[in-house]
């Protein structure tokens, strides 16, 4: 959370509409905790027209023997992933879609309405490094949230798919027990219009018709893929996420549903 204080002051005016096209670079800490903890740090490009989240290079710490990293008695493994592909969600505000690329068994690139959520700002407050945040609370895809969020600088677009949230986000977790999701705030800015932000925006946009498909078709065929054959050592989760392991029990369908951020969809029942 280095800087964010200073950040804070920096940017009073309240920019919901954007009225000067201002580009807003914001970073996330990730951390995800399924078979390991898996950590990145994603990068939030925000404007007017659109939104691109950047999935960083995963970082995944798990138990090995060969361990670097002694926590509370338990030695860890610490690893960065090569990536194949680039793990991102881009939001079209003027045509309210949103394009995501992820790998599961292989690459996938689905589309779908930008997801509407629904916020419950509550009562409760903290303070971080001096400024006031807010408690927000959301349920989404199967999962429960709670955010704490800056009133004062009212960007409703955060992490992940997060949008229509009543202020900034600086954290923001799921409370399920067993397999979990974090992001917090690293850095908040205005930036200028970035070379190669141009350049990837320019290549993504060509594409997105031709190539992206609706988001209930694609889940319905990774739910179908057969995975009987396949050990935790090389299933790969959603969000461009994977984890290895030296175990070889075959795991279910189910249980590979829980591990992910999005656990039920709004048209399944």
């Not at 955010?147 to 955060?158: E, F, K, M, Q, R």
């Not at 549903?257 to 399944?268: C, N, Q, T, V």
Request: glycine content about 4%; overall charge negative; hydrophobic content about 35%.
């Amino acid at each position: 959370m280095k800087n964010i204080k200073s950040i804070v002051l920096f940017i009073l005016i309240p920019f919901v509409s954007f009225s000067q096209s201002k580009l807003y670079k914001i970073s996330y800490s990730s951390i995800a905790d399924i078979d390991a903890q898996v950590r990145s740090t994603d990068i939030l490009y925000l404007n007017e027209k659109m939104a691109y989240y950047e999935i960083g290079k995963k970082e995944i710490i798990s138990e090995n023997e060969a361990s670097i990293i002694i926590d509370d008695g338990i030695v860890y493994r610490f690893f960065t992933q090569k990536e194949k592909t680039i793990s991102f969600i881009y939001s079209d505000f003027a045509n309210n879609k949103l394009y995501n690329t992820f790998e599961s068994q292989k690459i996938h690139k689905t589309v779908e309405p930008i997801p509407q959520m629904n916020w419950v700002l509550t009562d409760e407050s903290k303070e971080i490094e001096g400024v006031l945040l807010h408690k927000a609370t959301l349920n989404f895809r199967g999962r429960n949230y709670e955010a704490w969020c800056n009133l004062d600088i009212p960007v409703s677009v955060g992490p992940w798919k997060f949008n229509g949230a009543p202020g900034l986000i600086y954290e923001i977790k799921s409370l399920e027990e067993d397999y979990s999701y974090y992001w917090g705030l690293k850095e908040f800015k205005e930036v200028n219009e970035e070379k190669k932000l141009k350049e990837t925006l320019m290549l993504l946009t060509r594409k997105l018709d031709k190539d992206y498909r609706d988001l209930p078709i694609v889940i319905k065929e990774i739910n179908e893929e057969d995975v009987s054959n396949n050990t935790i050592s090389n299933l790969r989760l959603p969000d461009g996420l994977f984890v290895e392991s030296e175990e070889t029990e075959q795991v279910d369908l189910k249980e590979i549903r829980r591990k992910r951020a999005e656990i039920k969809y709004e048209w399944e029942r």
